[in-house]
Every structure is written in structure tokens, then in C-alpha cells.
């Protein structure tokens, strides 16, 4: 019985003991995942760009010129119970206003080619091809404006008709689109807004939904401001107001 005793002791000194293992890294690892070698002959997908965010058109505030001719019309009633729009040609924007004065839209425009505040004598009478660079300007003034037809028996809202100056929408036609004239609405500055015969196109979007539906019954009235008369010059009533601020 010794003997046997003996004889199990030796083989415990021959069996190592069992190695003690962390209970987490009882689990075999996952292998790591084969990175996949493009086939011979083909490349790999180049990977997407990303997208460049275009600048967003800053929102047009009214100029200090076009508060003091809102402020006169509202306060004189010089639109008589219509609704009224601003024109400011130094910052190529549009302010529409109901007929109680309050602001319903602020647009970009674009308006005629060379800065000046008068109309050449006659130019209603020209053909767009008579036209020349000096006589593509948009006339200041205060205005009725109300619809009528145009060239092509084209309904267009007519600021000045004498003079051949409409508001309209951007046109479509190829012309158009060879002069960039959506893109020049859209951009960020009034830099490149000078582009028409002297008419004053808007978006499309604004003239259908609220300016038409404001205008075609009665028309309205229509302010554009001076390049570079002294707007007292082009509205004379603002020489009542000033005087009167003066002596307040």
C-alpha cells in the first residue's frame, strides 16, 4: 500500500498544475476582420466629396432712404388705401407693403443696366434693338402702376407705360438664361443686379402668389428710389417732412 501510495505522488509531480484564466478571456477572441483587396484590374470606389455649401442670400433689410419713404407715404396716405411697394435700385431690393403700411415681403430685383433716374424721351417708342448701353436705366419716380398687355399680347404689370418700365418675373427664354438673370437674383450682393432694359424682374414666386393677386384688381402704387438724385428731388414731399423733423 505504500508503494502505491508512493507511485501517485510521482505522478503528480510529473502533471503541472492547471493555469488559472481570467472569466472575460475565457471566450476565444473574434478575429479581426480581412480588409477586401480590389480585384486586379478595377479600382476602388472613390470615396463621395463632400458637398460645398453655398451662401445663403443675406436678408434684406430696408435702407434708411426707404423707411423715410414708407414713413411719408404711410403717414401722408400718399398710396390712397392701396398697397405700395418700394424699389431701392442702390440695393436691388423690393419692400411690399399692404395698404395700411405694414411689410408683407422683402425680395431681391434685378433693374436696368445703367444707373441714371430718368427715362430717355421716347424710349417707349423704340424697338429693343434701338435701345442703346446709356438708355437701359430704370426711371425713379413715384408711380400707379396697374396690368395691361404687352409685346405678344403678354400680361405684365406696367410701372410706367409710357416709358415702357414693367415689373414681371424673371423671364424663361434663352436670353435670359445666357445672362445668368436667376442666378444674379440669387446672389449674395446687388453687384451684378443690373441687367434689364429697365425693367424690374422679381421672383416668380413672389409675383404669383402675392404681388399679382395684390395688384390686379385696382393696381398700386409703385416708389423706386434715385442712383443718385437727391430723393427730395424725386419725391418733393419729403421736403415737408424734413422741415418738419427740423423743427421738432
Given at each position: ?201 422679381v421672383p416668380s414666386a413672389f409675383y404669383a402668389k402675392l404681388l399679382s393677386p395684390m395688384y390686379r384688381k385696382k393696381g398700386g402704387y409703385v416708389y423706386v428710389l434715385p442712383d443718385s438724385k437727391p430723393i427730395e428731388d424725386v419725391f418733393p414731399a419729403l421736403h415737408v417732412q ?7
Amino acid at each position: 500500500m505504500i508503494q502505491g501510495l508512493l507511485a501517485l505522488a510521482g505522478l503528480a509531480l510529473l502533471v503541472p498544475p492547471a493555469a488559472v484564466v481570467p472569466l472575460q478571456d475565457a471566450k476565444p477572441k473574434a478575429a479581426a476582420p480581412k480588409k477586401a483587396v480590389p480585384k486586379k484590374g478595377k479600382h476602388a470606389p472613390p470615396k463621395p466629396k463632400a458637398a460645398v455649401a453655398k451662401p445663403d442670400a443675406p436678408r434684406l433689410q430696408p435702407s434708411a432712404a426707404t423707411l423715410r419713404v414708407h414713413d411719408w407715404v404711410s403717414s401722408a396716405g400718399d398710396n390712397h388705401g392701396l398697397p405700395y411697394l418700394i424699389v431701392d435700385k442702390p440695393n436691388a431690393a423690393l419692400f411690399l407693403f399692404d395698404a395700411h403700411g405694414k411689410q408683407l415681403a422683402a425680395v431681391p430685383v434685378l433693374i436696368g443696366i445703367a444707373p441714371g433716374d430718368d427715362a430717355t424721351p421716347g424710349i417707349g417708342a423704340k424697338q429693343l434693338s434701338e435701345i442703346g448701353p446709356a438708355e437701359k436705366t430704370t426711371p425713379a419716380g413715384r408711380f400707379l402702376a396697374k396690368f395691361g398687355l404687352a409685346v405678344g399680347k403678354e400680361r405684365v404689370l406696367w410701372v410706367d407705360y409710357y416709358t415702357s418700365v414693367a415689373l414681371h418675373p424673371v423671364p424663361e427664354g434663352a436670353a435670359a438664361r445666357k445672362e445668368k438673370r436667376r442666378e444674379r437674383l440669387a446672389s449674395p450682393t446687388p453687384d451684378d443686379n443690373r441687367i434689364t432694359f429697365g425693367c424690374i424682374n422679381v421672383p416668380s414666386a413672389f409675383y404669383a402668389k402675392l404681388l399679382s393677386p395684390m395688384y390686379r384688381k385696382k393696381g398700386g402704387y409703385v416708389y423706386v428710389l434715385p442712383d443718385s438724385k437727391p430723393i427730395e428731388d424725386v419725391f418733393p414731399a419729403l421736403h415737408v417732412q424734413t422741415a418738419a423733423r427740423s423743427a421738432s
